[in-house]
């Protein structure tokens, strides 16, 4: 996955922007089709009449033979058979026939970063043969995409029907009115919401009770280890249960691994300023049982749950590699796939992109393994990060970008880009729970069998200077120049300040906290899958 750097300040917005815009939209694996379209807004009459061609011909193509690379086809011995189900599969199952009568000729804008303009093109051919709509690329520059897109839904006629983008933003462009509702739309082409697990769905997919977004990035933290290292230090094979059953136990693997090979670290952190601090504690600390705010919306995460996760990170620092301080996803990835860790606290990612000899250093020695527990904490796998794809309230053919937003984010094409380890991951239980995938992707039995568990931060209006706050203090306590309490009641104060700013205490709060609840923590009273 390519993390990308969120906004807080002016140069982490375009950090993000210019990662974010980078996902992909398909570029490894748009195999299938001719050339890009020319991007040009086409009269109906001329394009309802052109002769398409046969729906079944182009589904046809969408195959892991025509998707998936073939030096990855012929590592794992891969057949021809699906990664997904084809009775999940929306393009499969969506009547492109009554698409091609209500819509073909007309012409979708669909906002894409402009270093990615060509590939999104060529990855939209299909999606064009199969609903006779055009997609017109609007482009945008990589450095700006945020402020780009706010700017133009401030406007109130942006340029674009259409955009992918970092989920915590939903807060940001829904609350406002910016994005299209999209429950009619999702229940006319009937859109298999139901194998989305509920964590994405409900935070990548709705904000205040209604549908503004379709998941397309679905994001998940887990702990990898290096296999050999610890089958020395158990004298066995590592139990994905059981060998590093809690934190407690991993500060003490990790003591003892940081000891094992000179330039090993024994744990990976991310503990550089802002939302990397910010990730890396809520993922301890939603173990501990830690929420962000109260039923009012109060900051709540300086309580003893919050204290704990960060007193585990501050223990970890010990054992952690050279420079976590400073480090982000692109030194964490850097140092895991090079072999420079022991332990990694990252994201799923980290655990498919390490069974590619192209990108790892570490193949076949590594396994990803079950999330540690906490004394009386809980199982919550946290979901962090991730983006979704909507519809501009200005859009001047919504249903035209459902339905492209629809083709992007179905089942098997996300199933093709986690075969591709290209960090676009699928949230669909359809896929995770696919042997064939599983054989490709070392990760997703654990990831999948935690989704059901996940923890997540709700969506908020100012969602990003609040993560930006939270780790500057978080990483203030890391290097030492404050305790752990005081890092975390600033940062309480902070937010306080921040969500005032947003329209929250003032009686009419822009998020609706009953709505939110349901996403933030999904395990309650759930059996452990282990």
């Known amino acids: ?109 669909f906002a894409v970063g402009a270093a990615d303009a060509e590939s999104a093109a060529e990855g939209l051919v299909p999606f064009e043969q199969l609903s006779g709509i055009t997609v017109e690329l609007v482009p945008i520059p990589d450095d700006s995409f945020y402020d780009k897109a706010l700017a133009e839904f401030i406007s109130g006629n942006a340029s674009f ?33 139901d194998d ?29 280890v290096r296999k050999g290292y610890m089958e020395q230090l158990l004298g066995g094979e590592v139990d994905r249960v059981n060998s590093v059953p809690s934190y407690d136990e991993l500060i003490r693997v990790s003591r003892e691994l940081n000891r094992i090979e000179p330039g090993v670290a024994g744990v990976g952190l991310m503990a550089a300023p802002g939302f990397w601090s910010t990730y890396t504690w809520e993922h301890i600390a939603a173990q501990a049982g ?21 007193e585990i990170i501050l223990a970890l620092t010990e054992n ?29 990612d980290s655990g498919t992109q390490a069974m590619r000899p192209d990108q790892s250093q570490i193949v076949d020695d590594f396994v990803t393994i079950y999330e540690p527990r906490i004394e009386g904490g809980r199982f919550a796998p946290p979901n962090i990060a991730g983006s979704t794809s909507c519809v501009s309230a ?38 995770l729970t696919n042997e064939e995938l599983q054989k490709v992707s070392q990760p997703a039995k654990v990831w999948g069998d935690s989704l059901d568990h996940a923890w997540c931060s709700p969506r908020l209006p100012g969602a990003f200077p609040i993560e930006q706050a939270i780790g500057n203090e978080i990483n203030r306590a890391v290097v030492g120049q404050i305790t752990a309490k005081e890092a975390l009641d600033n940062a309480a104060a902070a937010v306080r300040q921040i969500m005032s700013e947003n ?8 998020v609706e906290y009953a709505a939110a609840a349901p996403g933030l923590y999904v395990g309650e009273g759930k059996d452990l899958p282990f």
Not at 174 to 179: D, K, N, R, S, V
């Open 1 to 109: 996955m390519r993390k990308g750097q969120l906004c807080g300040d002016t140069a982490g917005r375009k950090e993000m922007s210019k990662s974010l815009s980078r996902r992909g939209f398909l570029a490894s694996t748009a195999a299938v089709g001719a050339a890009g379209s020319s991007g040009l807004l086409m009269p109906r009459i001329a394009r309802a009449d052109a002769h398409l061609p046969d729906p079944a011909s182009v589904l046809e193509g969408i195959s892991v033979p025509g998707y998936v690379r073939e030096d990855y086809r012929q590592l794992y011995n891969m057949s021809d058979a699906p990664l997904w189900d084809p009775n999940k599969d929306w393009i499969r199952t969506v009547d492109w026939e009554r698409v091609r009568e209500e819509l073909a000729g007309t012409s979708v804008r």
């Open 161 to 193: 029907d259409a955009l992918q983008f970092f989920s915590p933003w939903m807060g940001d462009f829904a609350a406002p009115g910016f994005l299209f509702p999209l429950d009619d739309f999702a229940e006319k082409w009937g859109l298999p919401l």
């Open 196 to 224: 989305f697990y509920d964590t994405y769905r409900l935070n990548y997919g709705f904000f205040n009770g209604r549908m503004y977004g379709i998941p397309f990035d679905c994001d998940i933290q887990m702990v990898h």
């Open 290 to 310: 830690m929420m962000l705010f109260d039923e009012n919306w109060e900051p709540i995460f300086n309580g003893e749950e919050g204290m704990k996760g960060l």
């Open 320 to 348: 952690a590699n050279e420079g976590h301080a400073g480090a982000g996803w692109p030194e964490n990835r850097a140092a895991w796939l090079g072999g420079q860790v022991a332990t990694n606290i990252s994201w799923q």
């Open 394 to 431: 200005s859009a001047q053919n919504p249903e035209g970008a459902f339905l492209m937003l629809g083709f992007l984010t179905t089942a098997s094409i996300m199933a093709m880009n986690e075969a591709n380890a290209n960090g676009v991951a699928p949230g669909y239980r359809s896929v």
């Open 503 to 510: 329209g929250f205490y003032a009686g009419n709060d822009p």
